[in-house]
């Protein structure tokens, strides 16, 4: 029952959301705004970082448990080179893996959220890219984890409309 | 005590109900005027989608067997004459609020119904957990991800491959 209600007030929110308006104190929010991620011209500080990333991603597979998070969180640390337009990809993808291996350690529903609440904020764009679902769903199943239905919903909503997006994109 | 109105909306239902062969409506069947029956279509289709019809909010026994025989009808008047709609129950509602969630499901159950049909056997949704629990949009919404591509580190190293070709290729702007 709690699943229907759940879906039920996701999917009122799809239709809902179509207007952007911020709902109700209480209840889910799926406002969403996107951008095209245009790539950068090619730099080597920009190669490093992005090689960098590729080698924590690939370290961390390898990993289970605390030490693959501890993987993925020094990948989270690494400074990203002025200009890298990528980056903003690169990051959500990260944070969305290092997500997924927090919501197997315990308690980490919360740590989820507030690392992945704030990187894909309603009030923000986010690149228009499955980097950005990855990272709303990975935040939906961590409210899911602990209960906040609205927040669960509303990313969940806001992931399958940017999905939704991206599939029209793909299409032209 | 009725109103003109619901006098006239029973009166319309009565006749619905005779055309279909049903039995009379009677005085302890609920009418809400702002019932719509398009609407309470769309929910059941909605809810064959979800395979859980019987979880749908807001639909009597009468409203969703009008909607059965509505279904019926336009299956069976397809096949052997040209279908003309009744306007009044298009006009009649007044239920915006009711047809945005409908709409809403209407818009999930397309979106979840997408990578059923196309997501490689990997990606199929779990049938026994949607039997068991309507809807989960977590493992659809993950699904649907995975439908679009790679993600984590084969994907890292697919960009830092391409970054590195663009670098070599003297910084063209190839994405």
Known sequence: ?172 | MKTTSETSERSVIAEELAALGEAELTGSDPLSPGDDLDVETVATLVGIATADPASLPGLSPLAQRRVWKRLEGRVAAAAFAPVVDDPHTAAANDSGGWRSIVAGLAMAAGFLLVPRLIAPSSTEIDVAEADGGAMDMGPDARAMLDALGDNGAPRARSMAADYAQRLAGNGGNTP
């Open chain 1, 1 to 172: 029952m709690k699943r229907w209600c759940l879906a039920l007030a996701a999917c009122g929110v799809l239709a809902v959301a179509a207007c952007d308006e911020a709902p109700a104190s209480g209840e889910p929010d799926a406002r969403l705004r996107t951008h095209a991620v245009e790539p950068s011209t090619p730099t080597p500080a920009g190669l490093a970082y992005v090689e960098s990333v590729a080698a924590v991603q690939t370290e961390a597979e390898a990993l289970q448990g605390p030490a693959r998070v501890r993987a993925l969180q020094q990948g989270m640390a690494l400074p990203v080179p002025a200009g890298l337009a990528e980056a903003e990809i690169l990051r959500l993808d990260l944070a969305a893996t290092l997500g997924e291996a927090l919501l197997e350690q315990p308690d980490g529903a919360y740590t989820v959220i507030d690392l992945l609440r704030p990187m894909v904020d309603v009030e923000d764009s986010l690149p228009l890219d499955r980097a950005s679902a990855r990272a709303l769903i990975t935040l939906g199943d961590a409210a899911a984890q602990v209960e906040d239905d609205a927040l669960a919903a509303g990313s969940y909503a806001r992931a399958i409309r940017l999905m939704s997006l991206l599939r029209q994109e793909l299409v032209r």
